[in-house]
Structures are given as structure tokens and as C-alpha cells.
């Protein structure tokens, strides 16, 4: 009977020590984990963004088959909240905060506790995102301090599932991106044999560091004038829209080209545009299908570099690109783009 209730006794020593341990840990807590996704920050950030989302790769749900979640009417965004119920209580997350592509705060609560803070803060580098997920709180609940006691830590009890989030979440990113359609695709680089061509077009003078979006205006405005001009005087099959290069310097930042039209039949330029007549001569090709923009970087490095291995010179500095086909009647990834590199 002494030996039970000294038992007793140590048990109760053990647990008023172990309390007394729970209630003089910290009540702040920050848990920070991170890892680079070979993604760009704008997919990931959807995937966060996204509440609806997280059932994809939230690690709770590999945890928790009982988990039954419900959404608000909008699950993206700020505002976006869910709530749920599971074997372990209810709860509920809702995102607070926003900057596009580069951080996402939300507020998470447990049944009836003070709310935990989460941060991601996604920071791009060229083809790769470093992605950290923060989890803290400045008055942790007594229960939530006796559980991380229990698992040797906050850190310890939090860190893991923050892992493993950021695992799955790479996992579902990797996805998306195997099933995405190309950006862009690149023919081979041949030789061809070219006529004497004429092209007229409207000369423009801008920066080499023009944004896509300022020269998306460029075209825009002068493109469709180019296609008005000869819309009456010329079939479709005469004439071909494109842009003649004849100066990028990266040095100066200076630019200089024509858009307008190659033609097939000899006509007139429109009041405005200048006539460049290109002679007879062997040229290089590359075709690139996809949005205008997109691989064009690439298609000049490949053409490039074909030059230097075949120690071919070029015949001149103007360059040329022809847009074959119509994009509104093709899809984005076949719509193409010829571009032509004059060489002796």
C-alpha cells in the first residue's frame, strides 16, 4: 500500500513538474520552413492562393481522412476563407493579405484559440522559387504549449508538417507544368536560298529595353494600319505581315526596325512607310511556333550559335521575321513565326 501510494506520489510530482514546465515555455512561436521549386513564382502562387487548392497537397489531408471541408462562394484571394471539422475539432483559415506572386498571409484557428498567423514569401530567380512558409503566434494556447511540450518543441511539432507541405506542394507544381503546353517549340536551322523581295513597313525608333508591353502597342497600332492599306489592293496570299530589323544595339540601347508587310506582287508603299528591297542571297531560317514574345530570345541564340559552329558570317546586320500564319485561327502553340538571318 506505502509502495502504491508513493507511486502515486512520483506520478503527481512528475506531472505538476511537467505542467509547471508547459507553463513557463514561451508563448510566442515562429516555425519557418523553406525550399526552391523549380517553378515560377506565378504557378505556385496560384496554388496557394487558391484555398480550394490546398486539398491537393496540404499535408493534413494525407493525416486526416476525417477532415470535411467547406469554402466560401470565391476561394481565391483575399476574403477567400474554409472552414472544417474532423475527428480532432473544427477550424478555419482565411486569407488576409496579398502581394501577387510574392507573399500570401493568412490567419488559421483552431476551434475557439487565438487565431495562428501564416506567412509564404515566394522569391524568384530566374527559373526557380525559393518558397517559405511561416507558422507563428504571439499567445499560444496552453493546450497547443502541452502538444509541442509532448513533441520536444513548437518547431519540432510544426516543422514537419510544413515539410512535408512544401514537398507535395512541389509535387503538384512539377505536375502542372509536365501536363502545361509548351510555351514555344523550335524548328531546325537550315540554309535557304532567297529571291529579291521587297518589304515595306513603318520605321520605328525605340529602346532596346522597351517593355513587351510598349511594343505590343507598336504593332498593335501599326500592323493592322499596314493591313488596311494593302487590304484592297492585294490578295492574303501576296503579301506576308513582318518586321524588318535593320539596328539593335544592346550597348546604345538603340532599336530601329519596320512593321509592315513582305510583298510578293510589286506594289506601292502607303504614305508613311518606307520600301527596303532585300537582294538575292543564301539566308539562315528558324521557325518557332507559339505566342509572339515567347522563345524569341531562344530562336536568335540557336541561330547564333548555328554560325559560330559552322563559322558562318552574316551578310550584313538586318534581320527579318515573318508571321506565316493567322493567330486567330490557329492555336497559340502553332502559331509561327519565321525568322531570317542574311549570310554570305
Do not use: C
Not at 13 to 41: D, S
Not at 144 to 149: E, H
Not at 158 to 180: R, W
Not at 305 to 323: A, F, P, R
Amino acid at each position: 500500500m506505502k509502495t502504491f501510494k508513493y507511486l502515486l506520489l512520483v506520478i503527481l510530482i512528475l506531472i505538476i513538474g511537467f505542467f509547471t514546465y508547459v507553463a513557463v515555455q514561451p508563448n510566442k512561436y515562429e516555425v519557418k520552413r523553406t525550399k526552391v521549386i523549380n517553378a515560377p513564382a506565378k504557378i505556385i502562387f496560384n496554388h496557394i492562393n487558391d484555398l480550394k487548392k490546398w486539398e491537393n497537397w496540404g499535408p493534413w489531408h494525407d493525416a486526416d481522412s476525417t477532415i470535411v471541408t467547406t469554402y466560401s462562394e470565391n476561394t481565391i484571394g483575399v476574403g477567400a476563407s474554409s472552414s472544417w471539422t474532423s475527428k480532432d475539432g473544427p477550424g478555419n483559415m482565411k486569407i488576409v493579405n496579398t502581394v501577387p506572386n510574392q507573399t500570401i498571409d493568412l490567419s488559421l484557428q483552431f476551434g475557439e484559440y487565438e487565431p495562428t498567423d501564416i506567412h509564404w514569401i515566394l522569391e524568384e530567380a530566374e527559373e526557380e522559387t525559393k518558397v517559405t512558409w511561416i507558422m507563428k503566434s504571439d499567445n499560444t494556447p496552453f493546450l497547443f504549449k502541452i502538444f509541442g511540450a509532448l513533441s520536444g518543441g513548437m518547431d519540432n511539432m510544426l516543422g514537419p508538417m510544413e515539410e512535408q507541405g512544401l514537398e507535395n506542394l512541389a509535387k503538384e507544381v512539377d505536375t502542372q507544368i509536365k501536363n502545361m503546353p509548351k510555351a514555344f517549340t523550335l524548328g531546325e536551322v537550315e540554309e535557304v536560298t532567297l529571291p529579291s523581295q521587297t518589304f515595306i513597313g513603318y520605321l520605328q525608333k525605340t529602346s532596346t529595353d522597351m517593355s513587351p508591353e510598349e511594343m505590343s502597342k507598336l504593332f498593335m497600332e501599326f500592323m493592322p494600319k499596314a493591313g488596311m492599306y494593302i487590304a484592297d489592293k492585294l490578295t492574303p496570299e501576296s503579301y506576308i505581315p513582318g518586321t524588318f530589323y535593320t539596328k539593335w544595339d544592346e550597348e546604345t540601347k538603340e532599336a530601329e526596325f519596320y512593321i509592315g508587310l513582305l510583298l510578293k506582287t510589286e506594289t506601292a508603299p502607303a504614305e508613311g512607310m518606307t520600301k527596303i528591297e532585300i537582294p538575292e542571297g543564301k539566308a539562315l531560317k528558324i521557325a518557332k511556333f507559339g505566342n509572339y514574345g515567347k522563345g524569341d530570345y531562344e530562336a536568335h541564340t540557336a541561330l547564333a550559335k548555328h554560325m559560330q559552329e559552322n563559322n558562318i558570317e552574316m551578310n550584313g546586320t538586318s534581320v527579318w521575321e515573318l508571321y506565316v500564319n493567322d493567330p486567330t485561327t490557329v492555336k497559340p502553340e502553332e502559331i509561327q513565326t519565321d525568322i531570317y538571318y542574311p549570310i554570305k
